[in-house]
């Protein structure tokens, strides 16, 4: 079986004259070079594709494979995430990870929220800011919190992301407008404990393997997992594993999210407990980064005795399952995976099927 990989890679971005925050959210070479040395371990022939624009090429031209891992997050628009997955639907090849319906709501964090909503699980109120004129229309209690409504790897992201009154929400929303070219999502501020939770496989098959509780130190930026917290993760963030009831509260929601969003595969949940004491979605990363020693899902699949090998099984077993091709030879996955607490935050964000049904 050949199983072709897509990607976007940083450094070529950045050679083409991309900014580091343009690029924040794209992958290492040694990303790519650990999916493909697994996947070959698992016996699978493996070809590299690229970026959508090398797919459409090779597409046309007539290339096959029988799968496509897809870990592409594209450079431009709403869709830019869905577009890889579009292409392989046109062609008919099957990929791993969500579908573009999917992929182009949960970018969008207002779109998702709203699902989210729709499917009565916690997440905070919210307002949606185009324009400057919207500002003026916004009508939640202070503190509030302002992203852009389309970025990850906390782009957009700092200190002052949390508002206090009308000035700061004018402020920071006129700056995140003309920065970001996008709307700004206005939502109540959660004060309380963080939590990324971690999920293997599609509908009722998922489970929340884990909840990594985010600890900013002393010296970090305060009150937000921000871009620079982020980037500065090995300095400035502790990890724990937690097993507390608020993080299995946490798990829960997250798996109920992700089915009810109709994420595949593997990504992670993002969460933040609220003033009373409950933990509220804030977003779904259905392309979580999956660099073996620095993402957040490869280290939770580390601590909770997941190897890099059985992670990268389990996404291609429940791809294929969607395709009714199952694999009996794939090797039996090693536990032996040694984890490294050193990382480097690469991962994107990212939208949904309506109300899906498992
Ligand atoms: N409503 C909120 N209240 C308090 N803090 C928030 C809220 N929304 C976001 N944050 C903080 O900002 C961080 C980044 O937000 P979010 O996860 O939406 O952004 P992101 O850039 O897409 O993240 P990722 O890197 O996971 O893709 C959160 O981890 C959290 O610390
Ligand atoms: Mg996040």
Same mark, same amino acid.
């Given at each position: 079986m050949k199983i072709g990989i897509t990607y976007d890679l940083r450094i070529e971005y950045l050679a083409l004259g991309y900014s580091e925050e343009e690029t924040a959210e794209f992958d290492r070479p040694d990303t790519i070079q650990a999916i493909e040395n697994t996947l070959k371990e698992l016996g699978f022939k493996t070809e590299r594709i690229g970026h959508v624009r090398s797919l459409a090429k090779q597409l046309v031209k007539g290339k096959k494979w029988d799968l496509v891992f897809n870990i592409a997050e594209g450079i431009? !628009?709403?869709?830019r995430e869905a577009q890889v997955p579009s292409l392989l639907d046109a062609y008919d090849i099957p990929y791993t990870f969500s579908d573009p319906l999917v992929l182009a709501v949960t970018l969008h964090k207002g779109m998702t929220k709203s699902i989210i909503r729709d499917l009565n699980l916690p997440t905070p109120d919210f307002a949606v800011v185009?324009?400057?004129?919207d500002i003026k229309k916004v009508n939640l209690p202070y503190p509030l919190f302002a992203k852009p409504v389309a970025e990850g790897? *906390?782009? *957009?992201?700092?200190?002052?992301?949390k508002i206090n009154n009308r000035s700061e929400l004018i402020t920071v929303c006129g700056i995140l407008l003309e920065r970001y070219k996008q709307p700004v999502l206005i939502e109540t501020f959660l004060p309380g404990r963080e939590f990324t939770v971690g999920i293997i496989g599609? *509908? !009722?098959?998922?489970?929340?393997i884990g909840a990594l509780e985010i600890v900013l130190k002393?010296?970090?930026?305060?009150?937000v997992y921000s871009y620079v917290n982020k980037e500065q993760c090995e300095e400035l963030v502790e990890y724990r594993l937690v097993e507390d009831s608020m993080a299995e509260k946490a798990k829960e929601i997250a798996l109920l999210a992700w089915r009810g969003l109709g994420c595949r595969d593997a990504g992670r949940v993002d969460l933040r407990v609220d003033s009373s004491g409950i933990p509220n979605f804030m977003e779904v990363n259905p392309?979580? *980064?999956?660099?073996?020693?620095?993402?957040?899902l490869p280290i939770m699949c580390s601590l909770v005795g997941i190897s890099y090998r059985e992670l990268i099984q389990r996404i291609v077993e429940s791809a294929l399952k969607r395709i009714n091709i199952h694999v009996p030879s794939l090797l039996p996955a090693s536990r032996l995976h040694k984890v490294s607490r050193k990382r480097k935050y690469t991962e994107s964000v990212p939208a949904t099927q309506m109300v899906l049904q498992f």
């Open positions: 431009k !628009g709403f869709g185009n324009t400057e004129d790897t *906390g782009k *957009g992201i700092d200190s002052s992301s599609t *509908g !009722g098959d998922a489970v929340a002393e010296i970090a930026q305060k009150d392309l979580a *980064g999956i660099h073996p020693e620095h993402s957040d």
